[in-house]
């Protein structure tokens, strides 16, 4: 069979074609192999009948993120049960849910909020936060918060007053980060280790679950089959704030 003649210069060009089609093949063969691998998906199960709305959750946080006036990583609502006739009320605790698809996330003009690979918790990176607040309206669950540099009457002295979030160590100077930055819980992620992972033995716990007089607050890898929140899981039907709108929290809840 007859074939048609090839010049060098197609030759040449075929030869480039593939040469770029096979440097972007192996261009994202290199990101796959170097793309962190998530090695721990943090959540909460938080178990509504054992919580008294003591709020000593809410005190914890603060005190361990050192968190202003009017920012709050986690607070407890007062929830009416349908059905009851005592009146008694559902409590509900509610920290940053680390959705798995967060719709804060898109929202931020300057990628300053992101989800972290290793570990699915969602972050706020205050050197890039430029405090637009699109990522409080987009927030379904009102988790988010705005630091306009309140301060408390009574404040520490110079230099005691130094948030470990992030293990950055920030201390609170007028006109910089955090001020004016959107704030969240972030897991209380500074106690972890190297290899990112807690140790409730050695208390390095985040501080609602680890002070919840009730153990109403429970926290672990949902990706751990032997872990706590994987066992309840499994073991009772757990409900998720909002799941219609497919954000798919890493927050569990027990009725």
């Not at 032997?226 to 927050?251: C, D, F, M, Q, Y």
Request: glycine share 8%; proline share 8%.
């Amino acid at each position: 069979m007859a074939t048609s003649p090839v010049s060098r210069r197609d030759l040449f060009k075929r030869a480039g074609a593939g040469a770029v089609v096979g440097a972007a093949i192996a261009h994202t063969a290199v990101a796959e192999a170097t793309a962190p691998v998530r090695k721990h998906h943090w959540g909460m199960v938080i178990d509504t009948r054992r919580c008294v709305g003591c709020e000593a959750c809410v005190i914890a946080c603060k005190i361990e993120n050192k968190t202003p006036p009017g920012v709050f990583y986690t607070v407890v609502t007062k929830e009416p049960l349908a059905g009851s006739t005592t009146g008694k009320p559902v409590f509900m605790t509610k920290p940053c849910f680390h959705c798995e698809n967060p719709p804060c996330i898109p929202v931020c003009p300057v990628n300053a909020t992101y989800k972290r690979k290793t570990d699915g918790i969602v972050v706020v990176d205050y050197d890039r936060c430029i405090g637009c607040r699109y990522c409080l309206a987009a927030c379904p669950y009102g988790a988010r918060y705005a630091d306009f540099g309140d301060e408390y009457d009574l404040l520490p002295m110079a230099g005691e007053n130094v948030s470990p979030e992030y293990k950055q160590y920030r201390e609170r100077v007028p006109g910089q980060s955090p001020i004016g930055n959107a704030r969240k819980c972030q897991f209380c992620m500074h106690l972890q280790d190297e290899q990112g992972t807690y140790d409730r033995e050695a208390g390095r716990w985040p501080a609602c679950a680890k002070t919840c007089p009730g153990h109403a607050i429970i926290f672990g890898d949902l990706d751990d089959p032997e872990s706590e929140v994987a066992t309840i899981l499994r073991e009772h039907n757990a409900v998720r704030v909002k799941e219609e709108l497919g954000t798919e929290p890493s927050v569990y809840y027990l009725l």
